[in-house]
């Protein structure tokens, strides 16, 4: 049944009617979204988490994004919504830092994202436990659920013939954890997030059929597809940046490392370690202090909570330390407060956070871009969700340029050659897609 709301169509169809299984549709759907310049798509993949992972959605459009005079992005994005009647899809961007405090990024990008993008679908797809329901600003939904349905899905991902290399080698990189470990030393910040990029040149291959890939060896709750004409997000984070409820904000920063066990036992005492490890307990204690701090720009006074500390939870190629912080958008705040006065996140900055942005400039030799920014939704009732960018490739199309960035946390105690170790294992999920191990 097709109902109009708002301007806009909705029709209902029951999983149980599909002729294909949910998975299979699902790659129906982000094959036939391929004809698009925009489109966005966003998995739980059934983790149970948290407040839950992403909503189950792919969105798309014909159309062009919202446009951006990007001097003043969140009060502009907060005068924009005022009139949004549809849910809006995208992501903020690393370097709007430099709207949030006298910052510059100088660095290479070789990627090119815009500091900011959301566009309005013409049509969005929400996966429910038994149903799925089709939203259209236009009345074809039942054409393009037939379209959808005669679409055929492509073939398992061929691995491109591709040299991965490093902008920064293993000697450049110990040197500089040390530099960051002086200017603890000398007072300037407790803890720094050091990242370093991967990259390939001259790379053909099928975004949509890597990023299926991705996800089925590192599925996460907050995993997404974003196409933007020539340019791909193919995300597997597990890190939520920020989520509105109502009046509820819930940030959840991920501080703490540890590979997979081999048997459930290793995995156990693997886990245990990680959960008793003084290094990665100060990581994360100091993290949310600095997410406590910022939520106090927008929350009222006395509703900041800590309602998990130190929590480990286990993702295909790691575990996680991760730690829940929750409070109570003031009244006379709108969502671009509570996304400004947290941004960007402090897990990938360091504390405090400003001289640490200053020092990753500094020390890095990428500009971030997408990467450690933050990609979701907005709904329509203003609440939204948004993730961290991290275990993300991003690729340009039109040039062949492919890039994934990680890092790790450092403190004074770091070792460097171990974080270097922890930079290649967070780098193990996307290696593994693209054939290299």
């Not at 059934?46 to 919202?66: C, H, K, N, R, T």
């Not at 849910?87 to 830092?97: N, P, S, V």
């Not at 309602?307 to 009244?331: D, K, N």
């Not at 006379?332 to 942005?357: H, V, W």
């Amino acid at each position: 049944m097709i109902s109009s709301i708002h301007m806009a169509y909705t029709f209902q169809i029951s999983i149980a009617e599909l002729p294909v299984t949910l998975d299979v549709f699902r790659r129906q759907v982000l094959t036939w979204a391929q004809q698009f310049p925009l489109v966005a798509s966003y998995t739980s993949n059934g983790i149970a988490y948290p407040y839950g992972g992403f909503d189950e959605l792919i969105a798309v459009s014909a159309g062009q994004p919202v446009e951006w005079k990007q001097e003043n992005s969140f009060e502009e994005l907060e005068q924009k919504l005022t009139v949004q009647q549809n849910i809006w899809c995208g992501y903020l961007g690393y370097d709007l830092k430099n709207q949030v405090e006298k910052l510059s990024s100088e660095n290479e990008d070789r990627v090119g994202f815009p500091p900011i993008f959301f566009f309005e679908p013409e049509l969005y797809l929400n996966f429910q436990s038994n149903s799925i329901s089709i939203f259209s600003i236009k009345d074809n939904i039942l054409d393009k659920l037939g379209q959808i349905r005669a679409t055929p899905i492509p073939a398992h991902f061929e691995t491109p013939s591709l040299v991965l290399r490093q902008k920064v080698n293993k000697e450049d990189y110990i040197r500089n954890v040390q530099r960051v470990r002086d200017y603890i030393r000398d007072g300037e910040v407790y803890e720094l997030n050091y990242c370093m990029e991967f990259f390939a040149e001259e790379v053909k291959l099928s975004p949509l059929a890597l990023y299926l890939q991705l996800n089925a060896l590192s599925p996460t709750p907050f995993s997404g597809f974003l196409k933007y004409g020539d340019l791909y997000l193919l995300c597997a984070s597990p890190e939520r940046f920020l989520k509105k409820e109502g009046h509820k904000l819930i940030s959840q920063p991920i501080k703490g490392t540890i590979r997979r066990g081999t048997t459930p036992e290793e995995d156990l005492i693997l886990q245990q370690q990680l959960r008793n490890d003084e290094k990665e307990l100060a990581e994360n204690m100091m993290i949310v202090d600095l997410v406590r701090n910022d939520l106090r720009r927008s929350c009222a006074t006395g509703t900041i909570q800590v309602e998990e500390m130190f929590g480990i939870y286990g993702f295909r190629q790691v575990s996680q330390m991760i730690s829940t912080i929750t409070g109570v958008l003031r009244p006379e705040n709108g969502i671009a407060d509570a996304l400004k006065g947290a941004f960007p996140m402090g897990s990938m900055t360091g504390a405090p956070k400003i001289r640490a942005m200053e020092l990753i400039e500094e020390l890095e030799v990428t500009k971030r871009g997408l990467y450690s920014g933050a990609f979701g939704y907005v709904k329509p009732n203003q609440d939204f969700d948004f993730n961290v960018v991290i275990r993300s490739v991003q690729y340009n199309a039109a040039i062949g340029y492919l890039s994934f960035m990680v890092g790790s946390a450092i403190t004074y105690d770091s070792i460097p050659e171990q974080e270097y170790e922890e930079c290649l294992l967070k780098a193990q999920g996307i290696r593994i897609a693209l054939g290299l191990e």
